[in-house]
């Protein structure tokens, strides 16, 4: 890697357009090299769109970005050796078997027969494969699949590896097992962005993150700066009477603000608080109305209330 420049991406004012839609609009982002960075945000925010352009698949509108210091759009030819993108879809071919997946793979890039072998079983092994060597990828769980498609972008272990919701659809040991092969190669130096639109995710693997909502990015920092940044805890309230909710709702955005999330069928409230005293005055006034309470909990906001905070959602 160039040890002389700093960021890994560096973008500015990117902008995309489809006729009048803007799907990424004015975006920046410094990412720093051997960390993962983690684009958050929901379906159609504009994580996939932003990951095209940042890869050289797509033309970039407006603004500029640079991958290891050479221009995205002049300098195609020397970034793409050293990048990788897995799609949200696995792209290998289900009639082969793992293995020969990974050698096609291989033998694509360059590799003699020997090497391409050779590549494809340290891969295997790995990735906790090598027992599925031989079965044909659509017998594969889909974990299996994932951590294969993984496998095949990194047959030349690139710079850059661009994760495009690589967990998507996945069950959770699944997807545990995906964050434990993208922790190793950011241990080796690999630079990771990643999409997601799961919040745990974001805070569990980035060290930085960025929330992207319509073509924007609203925040951007670690996951406890995000946290802090909407205050300093969460009031949970879960009532005992559904019957009551109304009017537990009314007391509490008089006290506090606005709910940020609700559930009139579990009969539960989340509000942001900035003072504990505050939510201790909200409690006493459900107290003095009567209203009884299963639960209630103050605590730090989750990227989840973050994301609620910010969006509005």
Do not use: C
């Amino acid at each position: 890697m160039d040890q002389s420049i700093g960021y890994a991406i560096e973008a500015k004012g990117l902008v995309k357009k489809f006729n009048d839609f803007s799907a990424v609009d004015d975006i920046d982002l410094k990412i720093e090299k051997g960390t993962v960075y983690g684009f958050l945000g929901p379906n159609g925010a504009g994580k996939t769109t932003t990951v095209r352009m940042l890869s050289t698949l797509l033309k970039i509108d407006e603004g500029y970005a640079t991958i290891f210091g050479h221009d995205v759009t002049k300098e195609s030819r020397k970034i793409r050796p050293r990048i990788a993108l897995t799609g949200q879809y696995a792209s290998i071919d289900e009639d082969l078997t793992g293995s020969e997946n990974l050698i096609m793979v291989s033998r694509l890039v360059g590799f003699s027969r020997t090497d391409a072998k050779k590549r494809a079983k340290e891969l295997l092994t790995a990735f906790g494969l090598a027992e599925a060597a031989n079965k044909q990828a659509k017998d594969y769980s889909g974990g299996m699949r994932r951590r294969l498609d993984i496998a095949a972008s990194i047959v030349i272990t690139p710079d850059l590896l661009f994760l495009d919701e690589p967990t998507t659809g996945l069950d959770p040991r699944s997807r545990n097992q995906v964050w434990d092969v993208i922790r190793a190669l950011t241990k080796a130096g690999t630079t990771v962005l990643l999409t997601t639109q799961y919040l745990d995710e974001a805070d569990q693997l980035a060290d930085r993150i960025a929330v992207i909502n319509k073509g924007k990015i609203i925040a951007e920092g670690t996951s406890t700066e995000l946290k802090s940044s909407v205050g300093s805890g969460m009031l949970h309230v879960t009532l005992k009477n559904q019957s009551d909710y109304d009017r537990a709702k009314s007391l509490l955005e008089e006290r506090v603000g606005s709910v940020l999330q609700e559930s009139s069928k579990n009969a539960q409230l989340l509000v942001k608080v900035t003072d504990p005293v505050i939510a201790t005055q909200a409690l006493n006034d459900l107290t003095a109305a009567e209203i009884d309470l299963i639960t209630f909990s103050l605590s730090q906001p989750s990227l989840d209330e973050v994301f609620l905070a910010l969006t509005d959602e």
